[in-house]
């Protein structure tokens, strides 16, 4: 199996490429642009965007001369489903167990209630 | 919607490492909170998933203790078991966890319960996964879209950008 996501998440554990990810979901944008905000070289972002175009998050137009970049939402989606569905799952367990607790609390007080009574 | 909007379990899946790590508060002491996770009576009515039944083999929480259970659905069973490898009353729960289904998979799951005060709890739980892959494989189980559905999609999505 290709370790596609594992990818996608080492591709975002970098800050500057987290940076230019949440950046690209406003607009897109050239290299140049990218680059701008950083006090990095622009050789640099360049490597930055293609550990995230191998990660399949971004795609660079062959045809326009200025070769904009742009986000793969859809990517970008299907992996903060799978852990969004995750954690919805986790908390409806732990719902449950809250309900559980109010059970044992609301037991031991009428138990408690008992013992005083006799 | 959840009733408990106050503390929603958060989620963190560590880009740099095999793991999953989820923590949420409690409004109960540690040691109930501890109690609801020892006592196979009270586990059950929580753990399994909503849509599935849960039946308890074995649950036996103590240090070098085992557990044994299984999820029915109209699709079929799951089968799940581990090891305690530790368990410190009111603090600390460390247990080994694998899904038949897959028998080359196991993770180390480090539950800790942390004292809040006001008879309240955090509850963290970290699994640790022998590889990436794993990771991955866990946090898609369950889902409509599986994780090997899951990369087909993905390959597709890519293969269309080429």
Redesign the interface.
């Known amino acids: ?6 990818r996608v ?5 970098d800050p500057i490429r987290r940076d230019m990810v949440a950046r690209l979901a406003v607009a897109d944008a050239t290299v140049n642009e990218l680059a701008e905000p950083y006090a990095v070289t622009v050789q640099a972002v360049s490597k930055h965007l293609k550990v995230l175009e191998d990660a ?1 998050l971004v ?1 660079r137009s062959r045809q326009a001369q200025r070769r904009p970049v742009h986000l ?1 939402a ?2 970008f989606d ?1 992996m903060t ?3 969004e ?3 919805r ?14 059970e ?2 609301d037991e031991q007080q009428t138990q408690t209630l008992e013992e005083d009574a006799s | 919607m959840s009733t408990t909007t106050h503390h929603e379990t958060t989620i963190v899946a560590n880009p740099d490492l095999p793991t999953i790590e989820l923590v949420r508060e409690f409004d109960a002491p540690p040691a109930a909170v501890f109690r609801a996770h020892v006592e196979p009576e009270l586990v059950k009515k929580w753990l399994g998933p909503r849509r599935l039944e849960m039946e308890i083999d074995t649950w036996d929480a103590r240090t070098g203790g085992e557990y044994r259970y299984v999820h029915r659905d109209e699709q079929g069973e799951y089968r799940f078991y581990g090891s305690f490898h530790e368990v410190r009353p009111g603090e600390r729960i460390v247990q080994t966890f694998t899904w038949e289904g897959y028998p080359d998979g196991v993770s180390l799951d480090t539950m800790t319960f942390e004292d809040l005060g006001n008879g309240r709890t955090r509850l963290r739980g970290v699994s640790v996964f022998d590889s990436k892959e794993g990771r991955d494989m866990a946090l898609s189980s369950g889902m409509e879209v599986g994780i090997n559905e899951g990369y087909e999609r993905l390959d597709e999505l890519l293969s269309t950008e080429k």
Do not use: T
Not at chain 1, 9 to 13: V, Y
Not at chain 1, 89 to 102: S, W
């Open positions: 199996m290709e370790d596609r996501l594992s998440f080492a591709a975002l554990a399949g795609s793969e859809e990517v299907l489903k799978w852990i569905r995750y954690r799952e986790a908390e409806q367990r732990y719902q449950r167990l809250d309900a559980v607790l109010a044992m609390a």
